[in-house]
């Protein structure tokens, strides 16, 4: 009955022309098969090439389904599947498929394609946990932000109805409009300060109460979150899956190899920036949680006073300043508010009342703006490394751990091949990347075609 090559093509590559029976491939395929006495065909397998795990999932039970329908049609014909890149991937979730489908394959043969394992964190559980904590109080930026600024309208509201109501002094009277200005500076600080403290409170008391329920949430949902996850893994992993006789090429100098280099070394800082994440909260955590309870309550209504004491100062001495509380005016109110002698600490203790509340204060907004930051980056980081191996959730990215490989596990044969730059004039598509045309380059069709040879002969021989 002769032989079948299917060719299953990579991400992007829908329209690859090296899959096509006309192609230099497919040509030098069937004149082999000719010079050898028999007959072949050459079946194109097409997919959506989308780089997701989904998309390949999706491609490899079709590609069962094919494979096996064309073993019914010709149950004594060797059938050899050739993949290029994550064409491999969709040969491999094939088998995952359909395991005993690999009694049914003569040979397969993978250029350039990336086997990834994927696994989850030993630490998934606990990440997700301080991650969870920490957004929650990272959270508590906007709604502080939204409490003090319902705090400065009602304020602003009680000073305008307060001077509408009140008879101008003489304007040759300093003394007495000295004392007046001098009474309305530290009214309006402890106006604002009192509703700073009422919002801070309030926006704390609901956070108490919503963390408990996020606590009881992580809790409740541990179990089917270690499920989910560890069944995504499975099913992203494809480097322990049972193959039939097989044969990797390794390509050297190839972009897309280039690239999961790349991305195998981008899975490891991500790695790497999560357990830093990890360790950092669960340090933070620990500290927090080594105070003594009653000493954390205190200590956290103190916070909130000292807080609303010094962002209640910025927010008069702005408004004294022109009326407004823009972003430009607020940094310049904080810079002069420092005296000159501060750093050096020959201060005078009357400054000390406003201004250690304002750079407390400062320290507090920049600290959780810089940490929302540091969150997001380490985040993005992470899913820019899961997107690079087609896994693109942050479910992957944060609580997984994904290795690259060259080949699969198990007894196959990995072959170099170097489609560097001093082997590009051999290929048909020049101006196209290595990794796009690299099956029309003379050198691998030769090398490919020695191992469909060797695949046939009762043993599989080595290559070199």
Known sequence: MGVLFLTVHGTWAGAARWTQPDSMLGRALLQSARERGGSAVVVPFSWSGKNSVAARRKAGT???DRLLELRREAPSRAIYVIAH???GSVFAYAMKEEPGLADHIDGFIALATPWISVQPCGYALALRRLLSNAVFYLSLLPALLGAGRVSEWWVDYLIARRDSHRVPLP?????ASFGQKFGDL???????????????????VAGYLLHRRLARWLVGSAAEFEHRTKVAADQASTLHERLPRSVFFKPIGDEAALAMTWTSGMASLMQAASQLLFYFLQSVRDS??????????IGS???ILIWSVGTAVLVVFTILADGTTTAAKLATAIRESVPPGFSRGDFDIAYLVLDLPVVFALALWSGLILGLAALVAVTLVAWLAAAGAGIPTLRAALFMRILVEAAPLGNHELVLVDVSAAQR????????????????SPSVITAVLRVIHALQSPQLEKQT
């Open 62 to 64: 079709e590609l069962a």
């Open 85 to 87: 890149s994550h064409g």
């Open 171 to 175: 304007e040759d009277d300093f003394v």
């Open 186 to 204: 530290a009214n309006d600080i402890g106006t604002y300060a009192e509703w700073y403290v009422l919002t801070g409170l309030a926006v704390g």
């Open 288 to 297: 927090w949680l080594s105070i003594p309870r009653y000493g954390r309550i």
């Open 301 to 303: 209504v103190a916070l």
């Open 425 to 440: 004039q051999e290929r048909v598509a020049a101006a196209a990347l290595g990794h796009s045309s690299v099956y029309e």
